[in-house]
């Protein structure tokens, strides 16, 4: 079983940065993609950003050039540096990462359990 744990999440004014973490434990053989997703109340889930074990990084149009984020994959852990956060930024935050746990078991997707981030004045 894998597990990850979201960490970082709280209330912070227009303007303020976060940074939210997600470490991954468990029986892990190698993390792949990894990324974070949120959902605010009555809207879908969407794909906020996401990185390859290389680095290779994505954004949805409305954070980039306000969010970050990196890896380490010594320590299987996702970071999402939030900037210059907005009202519509406020959202339950999931981190998801792809997952083989043994050589040749296959991968499967895991996800957190979510951290709340809220923006209000």
């Known amino acids: 079983q894998v597990q990850l744990v979201e960490s970082g999440g709280g209330l912070v004014q227009p303007g303020g940065s976060l940074r939210l973490s997600c470490a991954a434990s468990g029986s892990i053989f190698n993390i792949y993609d990894m990324g974070w997703y949120r959902q605010a109340p009555g809207k879908q889930r969407e794909l906020v950003a996401g990185i390859s074990r290389d680095g290779r990084e994505n954004y949805v149009d409305s954070v980039k050039g306000r969010f970050t984020i990196s890896r380490d994959n010594v320590k299987d852990t996702v970071y999402l540096q939030m900037y210059s956060l907005k009202p519509d930024d406020t959202a339950v935050y999931y981190c998801?990462?792809?997952?083989?746990?043994?050589?040749?078991?296959?991968?499967?997707?895991?996800w957190g359990q979510g951290t709340q981030v809220s923006v209000s004045s």
């Open positions: 998801n990462a792809y997952v083989a746990t043994a050589v040749g078991s296959g991968i499967a997707q895991y």
